[in-house]
């Protein structure tokens, strides 16, 4: 009875531990890599890499006014649930357009603002 007893408490106990809120990652950790290209095609006027952290997840982001972004490259994601979409105007509300890991997304115009959502990721 007494095996019992500690069993059940003991089991009652994890199943607490394991449903208690999980913390949110620090903002530096790194969840998507993106490089940014200048002209259609991922092939001219390389922009650089753009790592997008944590603190950045499920909030539109622009692109730095200076550069010009017609086309990027989504490189790697560090979660599974992770996407990328990028959007024609500075406020993630016109003409979103999802990228795919290890693809190319090209335009004639201009890029100008990304979101990034990665579902089951506390913020």
Known sequence: MLFTTILASTLALSMGVSAAPR??????TRY???RLWGEPSCSALNQGELGVYG???NQCQTFNNNTIVKSVRFEAKYSDT????LYDDVTCSSSPHEIQLETC???DAQ??????QCPGVPV
Not at 82 to 85: E, F, G, K, L, S
Not at 111 to 116: A, E, I, K, P
């Open 23 to 28: 913390p949110a990652p620090p903002a530096d």
């Open 32 to 34: 998507v890599q993106l």
């Open 55 to 57: 603190g950045a997840l």
């Open 82 to 85: 992770c996407t990328v979409a």
């Open 105 to 107: 997304l090209s335009s």
């Open 111 to 116: 890029y100008r603002s990304y979101l990034v």
